[in-house]
């Protein structure tokens, strides 16, 4: 069976930055990972380059930024006050360090992730782009299974 609209296909594979080979993710034989294919959950571009294959095929490609995660937005990167951050008039030091993570609401109360990426004495420098924006994946693995 292949690959395809509606199918689940069990996969193994390593996900590295183009730009400097540096694993992101690593999926092994032990705990596949399983995707559901023609839904609209799978970056369009992913899907794609699997289409068509099946059990025991391998498989490696690369994503270019603007079909995986689209480009780095500098409007996505900006300062908010540190005050913004204080509960009962104290701020957490701990939690503003750079590279932390943290939810924040917009003024809908829409919930955004933005990674620290600088903390100043009156604001931190907050990036809500997707970790993975603005980098060209390679994806290398191999079919394990697929499934209606």
Wanted: aromatic share 8%; net charge negative; glycine share 8%.
């Amino acid at each position: 069976m292949q690959i395809g609209p509606k199918k689940t296909a069990k996969l193994i594979y390593t996900l590295t930055a183009v730009d400097d080979d540096k694993i992101i993710e690593k999926v092994n034989e032990e705990k596949p990972a399983a995707f559901q294919f023609g839904i609209g959950q799978l970056l369009p571009a992913f899907e794609e380059n699997l289409s068509g294959l099946k059990a025991n095929d391998e498989f490696s490609f690369i994503l270019k930024a603007e079909d995986a995660y689209g480009p780095s937005d500098p409007y996505a990167i900006f300062d908010i006050p540190i005050d913004t951050f204080a509960v009962d008039g104290k701020t957490d030091e701990k939690m503003l360090q750079v590279g932390n993570t943290i939810p924040m609401n917009d003024n809908d109360g829409n919930k955004h992730m933005g990674r620290i990426t600088k903390v100043m004495p009156e604001a931190v420098t907050m990036n809500f782009n997707h970790p993975l924006a603005g980098k060209d994946l390679r994806f290398s693995g191999k079919v394990i299974d697929v499934k209606e």
